[in-house]
């Protein structure tokens, strides 16, 4: 029963952070040892992160259909290829490659030396401050429809980036579209859409290892864990594309800050284990 309730509060956690600038991955690796539950594993990680992406894919069910449908057209009819739905499709899979190929080869790395908490906490304000200046010295004039190749690799490379935990896979995909000029909500949007073949194809291809392996979870807590990200984040998707269309990222700033000093501080201390 307790790993029930464990999964249930990391379910909720991850659908609360995935979409938020602030790591989610880096949430599910302090707040567990914070609670002296221990590091839930990479793959637990990976998998529950599917629920949230299934959130993604029932709130923009349409605009994925659309680019699908004419991304697809595009391969056999020229009329298709420079609509803005076709472009798009390229433009994802392209922004893909980077986290794709990066994840496969570091695979080891990231499961294991990638979860120390001393790096997790440093990137948590690194990237942190990266996001605050990013937000403050971008433009504001570019939308999605201006979008080129350049842009979607310079992304697509951020993206990659968030294979650290403490990074953050929409926190590093935001700070490069706001220093590209993207407006926030527009590259927000883009990131939604970018994140889900690495995350879906990164959950799947951790599928083999929840009943065994590094992670401490079954097929029952992985499960309830994964229906919570669901419904918890596809609340957290409709309220973070309100909140970037009026309001600036400084919030998520100060957060990151404060949680990766407050986590250092707990290592320093001895009460926290990297």
Known sequence: ??????????????????????????????????????????AFTAVIQIGTE????????????????????????AEYRGHLDARMGWFVIIGSLPIVILGVFLKDTVESHFRNLWLIATMLIVMGIVLGIADRVGGNEKKVKQMGVRDAVFMGVAQAAALVPGVSRSGATLSMGRFLGYEREAVTRYSFLL???????????????IPDGDNMYGWGPTLVATVVSFVVGYAAIAWLLKYVSH???TPFVVYRVLLGGGVIALLAAGVLSA
């Open 1 to 42: 029963m307790a790993d029930f309730l464990q999964a249930l509060v990391l379910g909720t956690l991850q659908g609360l952070t995935e979409f938020l600038p602030i790591s989610s991955s880096a949430h599910l690796r302090i707040f567990p040892d914070l609670f002296g539950w221990g590091d839930p594993g990479a």
């Open 247 to 249: 309001h600036t990222l």
């Open 54 to 77: 299934l959130a993604v894919l029932v709130y923009f069910r349409k605009d994925i259909w659309n680019i699908a449908r004419t991304w697809t057209l595009s391969l056999f009819k």
């Open 195 to 209: 994140a889900i073949p690495a995350v879906v194809g990164a959950g799947i291809f951790e599928l083999k290892d």
